[in-house]
């Protein structure tokens, strides 16, 4: 408990931006105008000025989400030097990190991320580290094994030398070489070298050679696969002495999983590390990252617990939230997925609100928030009776115990735990029939049902009332890798739309959070302007086709007098405004513009894409999954300077088919106009005129990757099936509007 007399650990600091302000409502009040013009003026009740008007009402609506969500952007500084003197005794932390696939997500990576939060500038005895692989693989498994004998080196180095990055793939990456004159470090830090390159080489095998190389550790791997075999827990390293300069536990939990029955991926996997880290170290806070995200700045712990441990923060906030922010990224953000100013600008303005969206990574939270306390419990504690706790969590008695600890702020003394006793109840907790009928999941835990458990984890946090805080040290917490490749952008961002939609049309949604619970109003508007992920695209798509719609059937849908202005400023000072804010946070022009290509691209393919695939599993044709976005270790100084290097790349992804398709349309609706095989014979004040065109050919500059990729082959190509498919979708197209004229 902090000292309520002393000094805040933390401070709050509006940001003023009031040019900001000014441009935000005067792209407000044209677009309203446009809405007004359209209703009085263009009013001809035709098929396109009804498309017109729903997506312009949907893009105002969008725009408001938007606004209201950056009005009043705010950022904390926290004073972890004050922490020490605040609190007698410094909280455990239990640290989580979630790996699935070791193709997809390499084993180097996981164990860097692991060996980073081993190195972390806290206690390490008061520190605990999981890792859940739900690919049950003997390879992550080998190499945690490796790393943790390793870390026994590493983390002496890192506190002596107070490294900055203790993820020894970047703090040995060929950009940072040893220029000391100091000649112990020199041998140290080349020792350290070798080392590490010696661990990376043992873990570079092939799967099928791990048995012969783990013996009977080995044992419990045998006739597994992954998704069928017992649940795996093994402490790899436990600091039995509780030394404060060991080295943290680390444990290896694999959770049981069976052939057809749900596992409700990430999510599963957080609840079932919530629970076996429950009955072995209780940590009253738990930080979970993704197996990319290692840590950067090694003190991220104290700055979090600023937040976490302030006598107002104790009875306020559930979790603190740093960034997701990228290494070794590619130079001007050719896929648009960096989100540098996402979250300078809607990152600061919700943290002037209820407070940041729970990422999913690089966070740290509250355990008895997770299991369901509201602020309102607080005072009361743990009012839970013994039936209660057996209906939400389950049917071990040494969980509901521990639970009750937790709930009632008792954390376990040293002394009270003894690691391995504690696993054999923890693999009854990760089987998978544990939950069944149980709480978790709905009531407590990280909740199922969506594709993007944290933003639903963090709602339900948020409509208790509890508020959260975005944490934001110098040098940023973590980092982690951004995808470099056309189809794994799409895949993650598709994922994204589908997980919106599933909880918008959930009993989750937010709008019931508004009006049945403490979810504030605004921080309701900007929930919605992330639901808009899985909405905006269907509106931009409509639009795209209305336009070719126009320029074939030679019809119009934009104003033709003085009420032309309207679109073309609201577009121009977009334009002029979202360029400036990139200037002015020092990123290119050319960044700027990947960023404005790239914001129709992506969500008129996966957003879409995530827009069917939702209405396909609200029909009940088919369920959702959880594509594993794929990491990759950064190119190699010779690779940075490929020239290939962030062009776009295609699969045979039906993703791809929405953005082929648009621009097929609008390619051909071009040529009808050029040509000049538009139906003639109506008045000119009717026809389709040059603002048709021009955004058409925008249109058409915007995806200037996909017409590249319709000439190219290989990854770089659009394949041959997606373009017969688009084509032929095209074909329809002109067809039925042809129709729509002279029928
Ligand atoms: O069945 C699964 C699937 C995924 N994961 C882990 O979940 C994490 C996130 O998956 P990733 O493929 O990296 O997704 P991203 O698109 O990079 O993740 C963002 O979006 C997710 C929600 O869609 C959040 O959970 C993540 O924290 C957030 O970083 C990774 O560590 C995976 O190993 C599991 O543990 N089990
Ligand atoms: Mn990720």
Redesign the pocket.
């Known amino acids: 408990m902090a000292n309520p007399n002393s000094l805040p650990l933390y401070e709050k600091y509006w940001y003023k931006h009031n040019y900001k302000r000014v441009l935000d409502s005067l792209i407000l009040i044209l677009l309203l105008l446009l809405l007004g013009y359209r209703v009085m003026y263009v009013n001809n009740y035709s098929i396109p000025w009804f498309i017109a008007l729903i997506c312009e009402t949907w893009f105002t609506l969008s725009w408001i989400f938007t606004i209201s969500t950056q009005w009043s952007p705010a950022f904390i500084k926290t004073n972890p030097d004050r922490l020490l003197q605040s609190v007698q005794e410094l909280p455990a932390v239990d640290l989580f990190?979630?790996?699935?696939?070791d193709e997809?997500?390499p084993a180097i990576i996981t164990i860097n991320t692991v060996l980073s939060l081993l190195a972390l500038d806290y206690p390490s005895h008061k520190l605990a580290c999981y890792v859940?692989?739900?690919?049950c693989s003997p390879l992550i498994f080998y190499a945690l094994h490796k790393a943790s004998k390793f870390a026994k080196h590493w983390v002496p180095f890192c506190k002596k030398y107070n490294v900055q990055i203790r993820a020894p793939f970047r703090y040995f990456c060929d950009d940072n070489d040893c220029t000391t004159n100091d000649e112990e470090f020199r041998q140290e830090w080349l020792q350290m070298k070798d080392l590490y390159e010696n661990l990376s080489h043992k873990i570079d095998v092939d799967p099928k050679s791990i048995p012969s190389l783990l013996e009977e550790e080995f044992a419990v791997f045998s006739n597994t696969n992954r998704t069928n075999h017992p649940a795996i827990i093994k402490v790899i390293w436990e600091n039995k002495e509780m030394a404060e300069d060991g080295l943290p536990h680390l444990i290896y939990i694999s959770r049981e999983k069976r052939p057809k029955q749900p596992?409700?991926?990430?999510?599963?996997?957080?609840n079932v590390l919530t629970r076996v880290s429950g009955l072995i170290t209780n940590a009253p806070f738990m930080l979970?990252?993704?197996?990319?995200?290692f840590v950067n700045n090694p003190n991220i712990v104290m700055h979090a617990l600023c937040i976490l441990l302030d006598s107002k923060g104790e009875k306020e906030v559930a979790f603190a939230q740093c960034p997701?922010q990228f290494y070794a990224t590619l130079k001007d953000d050719p896929f648009g997925n960096q989100m540098a100013i996402l979250y300078k600008y809607l990152g600061a303005g919700l943290a002037g609100l209820q407070g940041i969206f729970y990422?999913?990574?690089n966070c740290f939270h509250r355990r008895k928030v997770i299991y369901g306390l509201s602020p309102d419990d607080v005072e009361k504690g743990n009012n839970l009776s013994e039936v209660e706790l057996k209906q939400k969590f389950g049917t071990s008695k040494e969980l509901m115990k521990s639970v009750g600890h937790a709930l009632e702020d008792r954390t376990y003394s040293a002394s009270d735990i003894s690691v391995n006793k504690a696993v054999e109840e923890a693999i009854h907790v990760a089987s998978y029939g544990y939950e069944y009928g149980t709480g978790w999941g709905k009531q407590v835990g990280w909740m199922y049902g969506t594709?993007?458990?944290?933003?639903l984890t963090g709602l339900t946090i948020h409509k208790k009332g509890w508020r959260s805080e975005l944490c934001t040290p110098d040098p940023i917490a973590f980092t982690?890798c951004a995808?470099i490749d056309g189809p794994t952008c799409m895949a993650?961002h598709k994922?994204?739309a589908t997980?919106m939609l599933e909880i918008f049309f959930s009993k989750h949604c937010p709008v019931f959070g508004a009006i049945f619970d403490k979810l504030s109003f605004r921080q309701f508007l900007a929930y919605m302007w992330i639901m808009n992920w899985g909405f905006s695209p269907v509106a931009q798509v409509c639009y795209a086709c209305l336009v070719a719609y126009c320029i074939i059937t030679n019809s119009y849908f934009l104003p033709k007098d003085w009420g032309m202005y309207i679109p073309t400023a609201i577009f121009g000072i977009y334009k002029v405004y979202t360029l400036y804010e990139y200037l002015a946070s020092g990123l290119s022009i050319k960044a700027w513009w990947n960023n404005q290509r790239m914001s129709r691209i992506t969500p008129m393919n996966a957003g879409f894409c995530g827009f069917i695939t939702v209405l396909l599993k609200l029909l009940g044709i088919s369920n959702t999954v959880?594509?594993?976005?794929?990491?990759e270790l950064p190119p190699s100084r010779d690779d940075r300077h490929d020239k290939n290097a962030g062009r776009y790349t295609f699969n045979e992804s039906l993703v791809f088919l929405p953005g082929t398709t648009i621009l097929l349309l609008q390619l051909t609706a071009i040529f009808i106009k050029l040509f000049g095989f538009q139906p003639q014979g109506l008045s000119r004040n009717y026809e389709c005129g040059l603002a048709e065109m021009l955004i058409s050919v925008y249109l058409i500059i915007c995806y200037w990757p996909f017409l590249r990729g319709l000439f190219e082959t290989g990854k770089f190509g659009i394949p041959l099936s997606t373009i017969c498919k688009g084509a032929t979708l095209t074909c329809i197209f002109v067809c039925l509007s042809r129709r729509t004229i002279s029928g």
């Open positions: 990190v979630t790996t699935a696939d997809l997500e859940s692989d739900d690919g596992h409700h991926f990430k999510a599963g996997a957080m979970n990252v993704d197996c990319d995200m997701q990422g999913g990574t594709m993007t458990e944290d933003i982690g995808p993650q994922r994204w997980g959880f594509d594993i976005t794929k990491k």
